[in-house]
């Protein structure tokens, strides 16, 4: 489940990023209101934490603008106090108004009760904004409705079995599978082949969803054994 974060203070937005990754979402940021308009309009997020001032076009128009496509919840989240700055904000769509300093937990239990009345609202609980139909590790998002994989927010296209095998290993952190027990798991014991389409799978995987092949973040090989998903 994503989150943009738009905040031009690099200090703040990390803040903001590293709980919400606590708490398991993933987090994107925008420094400038034109950027975080452009990324808010053209992705898919659960949620939108919005700061008033910003380079470029500020939080004010920005949310305005949002609203005439999209109905994604937005927390405003602004040194800016008066009560004519929160009523102008919620005004403009805005779903909720938080004042700096703020509390992280406080900030992270409003991202939650957000993002649930929104999920109930639309009837989308159980599918595509749903924690329990997406799986998340790290930047690597796999989303079980739709067979899609998220790596650091960009999409990856996968055949079908690399798609079986990379959410059977995510499924199963932590524990080592040998060749043949992944080829009859997702290929079938009747399947033509051998297990050396496995490694073949597994090489292509990689490929895909690793930042780096020297220093592999996900799928492991364990000599001798098999494959292991580092949970």
């Known amino acids: 489940m994503r989150v943009l974060v738009i905040e031009d203070d690099k200090s703040i937005a990390e803040l903001e990023r590293d ?10 940021i925008a420094s400038d209101g034109e950027t975080g308009l452009t990324m808010a309009l053209n992705n898919e997020y659960a949620l939108i934490i919005l700061d008033i001032m ?6 004010f128009e920005l949310c305005a603008k949002f609203r005439e496509q999209r109905d994604t919840p937005v927390i405003i989240l602004s040194a800016k106090k008066e009560d004519i700055d929160k009523v102008r904000g919620l005004g403009l769509g805005a779903d909720d108004y938080m ?25 989308s609980g159980g599918s595509k904004a749903g924690q329990n139909r997406t799986l998340k590790v790290r930047g690597l998002e796999i989303d079980k409705d739709s067979r899609r994989v998220f790596v650091n927010g960009e999409e990856k296209i996968m055949p079908a079995k690399e798609y079986d095998l990379l959410l059977f ?36 995987l990689r490929e895909k969803i ?22």
């Not at 910003?54 to 939080?59: E, H, N, S, T």
């Not at 004042?99 to 009837?123: C, W």
């Open 19 to 28: 709980y919400l990754e606590i708490n398991g979402y993933e987090c994107h």
């Open 54 to 59: 910003l380079p470029g076009i500020d939080g």
């Open 99 to 123: 004042i700096k300093p703020f509390s992280p937990n406080e900030l992270m239990a409003r991202v939650k009760s957000h993002i649930a009345r929104y999920d109930r609202l639309t009837g």
């Open 169 to 204: 290993l995510a499924e199963n952190p932590n524990r080592v599978f040998s060749k043949e027990h992944i080829f009859d798991r997702i290929w079938g014991m009747d399947a033509i082949g051998d297990v050396s389409t496995v490694t073949v799978h597994i090489r292509r």
């Open 210 to 231: 690793e930042l780096d092949m020297d220093n592999l973040q996900y799928i492991e090989t364990v000599w001798g054994v098999g494959y292991r998903f580092k949970g």
